[in-house]
């Protein structure tokens, strides 16, 4: 079954522990990319990557790292996590950045830091 | 730089009834547009997407959206509410730009209540 998928789906930890959050596709897409999710402002983007070693920041990089070594995977670090990290994140991947191209979204991992 | 407004945060309709949830975008381009759903502890869903093919655009489970270049919006209807229509709708717009970065802005997110 073609998807995405995020591990974990919730996580409560502490200020300054570091995470990861894993993202893995079975699609063969060169587009990988984080959003967050907050009540009333919709999905924003973290960071996205457009193959294999090329990443780029989006809208709300601060606070977040990623890294792209295999063409399936996307992992989202939070180094130092802080509060206002706590949010709903999804990971998304796509054949590539063709503008009409549909994104497919993981299930989601709810983030609590306290 | 692209834009979307969603124009209500909660809608609630009765099963049966018409479901309509609007969306307005801006954009100096051509726009692709979305409408994602999520169901409650899953991840987004297609549900249709407008890339200028046919203003009138069919998708999954019932619904279709109409792209209206005068009035800027791109409105999500179903004829007749099921229960299991109850979720979160998202309207979203491909952002174009210089060194296009496949990014989706999207609207604020409108939650459906259907009611018995």
């Known amino acids: 079954e073609a998807q995405v998928t995020q591990n974990p789906r919730y996580l409560i930890t502490v200020t300054g522990k570091k995470l990861t959050v894993t993202c893995s596709q079975n699609m063969n897409h060169e587009y990988m990319s984080w959003y967050r999710q907050d009540p009333g402002l919709g999905l924003r983007q973290i960071y996205y990557s457009m193959n294999v070693e090329v990443t780029d920041k989006g809208d709300v990089p601060e606070g977040y790292k990623v890294s792209r070594k295999e063409k399936r995977n996307f992992p989202l670090i939070l180094e130092s996590p802080s509060p206002n990290q706590t949010s709903l994140y999804f990971c998304?991947?796509?054949?590539?950045?063709?503008?009409?191209?549909?994104?497919?979204f993981g299930p989601g991992t709810r983030l609590t830091v306290l | 730089a692209q834009s979307v407004t969603q124009l209500g945060s909660h809608v609630s309709v009765s099963e049966g009834a018409l479901v309509l949830l609007r969306c307005n975008y801006s954009s100096s381009v051509p726009p692709y547009l979305f409408w994602y759903v999520q169901y409650p502890n899953q991840g987004l869903q297609l549900l249709l997407k407008?890339?200028?093919?046919?203003?009138l655009v069919k998708g999954i489970n019932g619904f279709e959206a109409e792209f209206k270049k005068s009035e800027t919006s791109f409105h999500l209807t179903k004829p007749s509410a099921h229960m299991s229509d109850a979720a979160e709708y998202f309207c979203?717009?491909?952002?174009?730009?210089?060194?296009?970065?496949?990014?989706?802005?999207f609207g604020q997110g409108t939650t459906l209540q259907v009611k018995p």
């Open positions: 998304a991947s796509s054949p590539d950045t063709l503008l009409y191209n549909e994104q497919f």
């Open positions: 407008y890339t200028s093919a046919a203003t």
């Open positions: 979203a717009v491909s952002a174009h730009g210089s060194g296009n970065t496949g990014k989706l802005i």
